[in-house]
C-alpha cells in the first residue's frame, strides 16, 4: 500500500488499526520462547507498537524495529511507559531500537548482523509488487542462517485490501532459498474478518524457517516487473 494509507490508518486508528494486537501473539510465545532469544538480536519489519517487541526485549541481546509513521513509534514507548532517546530517526530504549523510515531504505550497515525476523503481519500488509520488493529488502537484510518467523492468514474469497491472503504454497514460491517447516494452520471461523467480510473460512498460519542460501539478486526483480506491466 502507498505510505499515506498507513498514516491515515494510525491517524484514524479505531478498526483501521485493528492489526494491532493488544497482547502477545501465541505464536511468539510458542515458537520463539527465551531460549531460542537469548545473545540474538531480532528485527521486526512494519513493527507498529506492537508488545510482541517487549516480549523479545526480555531475553533478547538487542530487538530492532522499523515503522513508517512515527505516531505509533512515540505511542509505543508511551504506551509502555519506556523512556528513549531520539536520534535522527532512531528512538532507543535499553535493548530496543525503532526505526521511523521506509523500509525499503534500510541496509545491512543500519542493522548490523541480524539472528532473527519477526513477520507477524508484514508480508499480508503488502500488495504483491511491494511484497516482492519487501522479499528483495529482507533478502539484502539477512545471511544464511538466519531464522525466520512468518505469520501469514489465508482466506476466501480473497480481498483487495490488507490483510492480502496468502497460501503455504506462495510462501514457498517467495522462499525457495528457505528450509521452511509449516507449524501453524488453525482454522479460526470466530475470527472477526470471517463476520466483517462473510468469508467461507480464514486460516492463521505459522512458519519456521531458517535460510540455507543467499537468493539470486533476480529472484524477485522479475515478478516487480511483471506486476507494473500488467
Known amino acids: 500500500m502507498e505510505k499515506q494509507f498507513w498514516f491515515k490508518s494510525w491517524e484514524l486508528e479505531g478498526h483501521y488499526t485493528s492489526f494491532h494486537r493488544k497482547d502477545i501473539h501465541p505464536y511468539a510465545l510458542k515458537h520463539l520462547p527465551p531460549h531460542m532469544l537469548e545473545g540474538r538480536s531480532v528485527f521486526v519489519p512494519l513493527c507498529g507498537k506492537t508488545l510482541d517487541m517487549l516480549y523479545f526485549s526480555k531475553f533478547a541481546r538487542c530487538v530492532i524495529g522499523v515503522e513508517i509513521v512515527e505516531k505509533a513509534i512515540l505511542q509505543f514507548f508511551e504506551e509502555n511507559e519506556l523512556t528513549y532517546q531520539r536520534f535522527g ?3 532507543i530504549s535499553g ?6 523510515r521506509d523500509m525499503f531504505s534500510l541496509t ?3 542493522l548490523g548482523p541480524i539472528d532473527i525476523v519477526y513477520d507477524r503481519a508484514s508480508l499480508v500488509a503488502l500488495p504483491y509488487a511491494m511484497r516482492m520488493r519487501y522479499l528483495q529488502t529482507l533478502e539484502s537484510l539477512t545471511s544464511v542462517g538466519t ?3 512468518l505469520n501469514t492468514l489465508e482466506y476466501e474469497p480473497t480481498l483487495a485490501s490488507p490483510p492480502f491472503s496468502i497460501s503455504p504454497d506462495e510462501v514457498a514460491s517467495y522462499f525457495p532459498n528457505y528450509l521452511i517447516q509449516h507449524v501453524e494452520q488453525p482454522v479460526l471461523p470466530n475470527h472477526g474478518m470471517v463476520r466483517k467480510f462473510n468469508l467461507s473460512f480464514l486460516i492463521e498460519h ?3 524457517m531458517h535460510k ?3 537468493a539470486p539478486t533476480e ?3 522479475q515478478a516487480i516487473v511483471n506486476s507494473v506491466l500488467v
Not at 95 to 100: D, E, G, K, R, S
Open 212 to 214: 540455507l542460501y543467499d
Open 95 to 100: 535493548n530496543i531500537t525503532i526505526f521511523c
Open 108 to 110: 545491512a550497515e543500519h
Open 206 to 208: 505459522g512458519f519456521t
Open 89 to 91: 530517526d532512531r528512538f
Open 219 to 221: 529472484l524477485h526483480t
Open 147 to 149: 531464522l525466520l518467523f
